[in-house]
């Protein structure tokens, strides 16, 4: 399996601009979770899913953040308007969560700079 | 709320051992440990689950006491690969519920 693939790697963008982050989640996998991560504030749970359904967004900053799951192979997060605090690696992890528990396998991260 | 992990930095010389702490404010299901590499996505280590139990993993082990809501890294006889930041994640259902990590251990090993 290739893993958790995330894209893009590595995305600039303006104050104000809408941004898209996409995740494939590992096959059979059946949760999906959204992290940030900053010097100042650490791996922050911003959003997960649970079967291709949003279990908890509690972590969501603001309403500039969304987040959707069509199917059991892909999610986004949208950022929009975005702005220079957004700045931060944003991982996304998936996991198999049922009788027995497995670790979270994480994706490469995209590393989101806000100017 | 956020596990709390100590010491926030270690530095060993190869073949020294170390243990990292981390402890939680609420009742504890689960216990998860990853490793993080510089500019690197964090890599699954250990998931300890009520009952007190250990875990091994090569030379890196570890232990969860859900009475007193603490877990710890055992890492013996160090080795230079296992300089990075370690993380402790911890959730009340196994994981189901997501992960929350605590702000990581630094950990460097000089040769």
């Known amino acids: 399996d290739a893993g958790v693939i995330q894209s893009p790697r590595h995305e600039v963008t303006e104050m104000g601009q809408e941004v898209t982050l996409r995740c494939k989640p590992i096959?059979?996998?059946?949760?999906l979770f959204w992290y940030r991560q900053t010097m100042m504030r650490g791996l922050e749970l911003l959003i997960y899913f649970n079967n291709n359904v949003p279990i908890d967004d509690s972590g969501m900053p603001e309403d500039r953040f969304s987040a959707k799951m069509p199917n059991a192979s892909f999610s986004t997060l949208k950022i929009q308007p975005s702005e220079p605090r957004d700045s931060a690696v944003y991982f996304c992890?998936?996991?198999?969560?049922?009788?027995?528990?497995?670790?979270?396998?994480f994706g490469s991260g995209t590393r989101l700079t806000v100017v | 709320q956020q596990p709390v992990q100590s010491p926030q930095a270690v530095i060993l010389r190869e073949g020294e051992d170390a243990v990292i702490n981390c402890s939680s404010s609420?009742?504890?299901?689960?216990v998860h440990w990853y490793r993080q590499k510089h500019g690197e996505a964090p890599v699954f280590l250990m998931i300890l689950l009520k009952g007190g139990e250990q875990k091994g993993h090569e030379k890196i082990s570890a232990s969860f006491n859900e009475k007193k809501q603490q877990s710890s890294l055992y890492l013996t006889a160090s080795q230079l690969s296992y300089s990075g930041t370690y993380f402790c994640?911890?959730?009340?259902?196994?994981?189901?519920?997501?992960?929350?990590f605590g702000k990581g251990t630094h950990l460097i090993i000089q040769p």
């Open positions: 609420k009742a504890l299901y689960s």
């Open positions: 096959s059979g996998h059946n949760s």
């Open positions: 994640g911890t959730g009340g259902g196994g994981g189901a519920d997501g992960l929350t």
């Open positions: 992890a998936s996991s198999f969560i049922g009788a027995f528990y497995y670790g979270y396998t």
